[in-house]
């Protein structure tokens, strides 16, 4: 391995990644953009060491990449670098939202990127354009080891989730009010479902493992979407991602979260809650243990085997 050319050619870099990256990308010398962004993942504290603003304007110009080169590899390379990159809320949200108008800029420090850079990236893209921007978004987000978060983030991925109940299921008939939607299930797309597992997984991480000094409340938790979704869903993969991400909400606010996993019973909805295979069954009987076991520690209980015999019983039920 050692005499291979790859690994000849990662010792001999010189130069700063990132302005090398650069130059290649306009040169669309995609190797090279993959070889500068190996080179950034390979140096310790490397983004640390770059000043908030020029991280972001370099993120931004790579997220751009997605909908000119979709399949670009370099894009993969991109992400594993990221990961390393400290994302403060705000740019998060300007990267996960759409801009189709300007918007008035609030004043902000220095460090703050202006909205209107973000219209100016991305106010012409087409929906594919959307969901592809979207998709490495949140996956570059998923993979990074501190995201920022605050309650406009949340707010907008607990929206997505919102907004794939009707898009991504293409759902047949849908009631305006939340508390009545019962929607009639016509067609699931496996690209669709991926996108949503992403999103899932991206609120579950975010949850367990916050980033910077906001402490996240009830208030950030929009379960309902949560619920639906569960109700709704013909995937293994998106029901257990959801019963996940109610087990982790439960320590936030474990009074709402039960009640809402409560009434997942009361109204199972057309998904493959209904089917009592094994699977959903042990999948379910997982994640009441795991709320239970949560509201006793929230209440300074201990779980006595008979706790946790009840529990699986109710799970059982």
Same mark, same amino acid.
């Given at each position: ?7 000849? !050619?990662? @010792? ?6 990132? &302005? ?5 990308? &306009? ?48 894009? #993969? ?20 939202? %759409? ?10 420090? $220095? ?19 959307? @969901? !592809? %921007?979207?998709? /490495? ?33 293409? /759902? ?8 009545? @939607? ?30 910077? $000094? ?7 938790? &929009? ?43 009361? /109204? ?5 809650? !209904? ?6 069954? %042990? ?23 008979? #706790? ?10």
């Amino acid at each position: 391995m050692a005499a291979s050319s790859e690994f000849a !050619r990662r @010792q001999a870099f010189s130069g700063d990644p990132m &302005k090398k990256a650069r130059d290649w990308i &306009k040169k669309e010398d995609w190797e090279n953009v993959s070889w500068a962004f190996d080179e950034m993942s390979s140096r310790k504290s490397y983004f640390a060491n770059k000043t908030s603003e020029d991280v972001e304007d370099f993120v931004l110009e790579v997220v751009k990449l997605v909908f000119k080169s979709p399949k670009n590899l370099a894009l #993969n390379a991109a992400r594993t670098a990221f990961a390393e990159v400290n994302f403060r809320s705000d740019f998060v949200t300007n990267l996960l939202k %759409r801009h189709e108008s300007p918007e008035p800029s609030p004043k902000k420090p $220095k460090s703050a990127k202006s909205s209107d850079i973000f219209f100016e990236a991305f106010h012409t893209e087409s929906d594919e354009d959307y @969901q !592809r %921007r979207l998709g /490495f978004v949140v996956e570059m987000l998923t993979n990074s080891k501190s995201v920022a978060v605050d309650s406009a983030v949340f707010s907008l991925l607990f929206d997505l989730i919102k907004e794939s109940l009707a898009s991504f299921f293409n /759902f047949g008939e849908v009631v305006s009010s939340l508390s009545t @939607q019962f929607y009639s299930f016509v067609k699931f797309n496996e690209k669709d479902e991926s996108l949503t597992m992403r999103i899932v997984n991206l609120l579950l991480k975010l949850i367990k493992s916050p980033g910077g $000094k906001y402490k996240i409340t009830s208030a950030d938790l &929009k379960m309902d979407y949560v619920i639906e979704m569960m109700r709704n869903t013909h995937s293994h993969h998106i029901l257990r991602e959801c019963l996940r991400l109610l087990t982790a909400a439960v320590r936030i606010s474990p009074t709402s979260v039960t009640s809402h996993m409560m009434s997942v019973f009361t /109204f199972m909805g057309n998904g493959l809650l !209904r089917k009592d295979n094994e699977l959903t069954l %042990r999948i379910i009987e997982d994640t009441l243990e795991a709320l239970f076991l949560a509201v006793c520690e929230e209440d300074g209980k201990v779980a006595s085997s008979n #706790n946790l015999a009840d529990a699986n019983e109710t799970s059982a039920y």
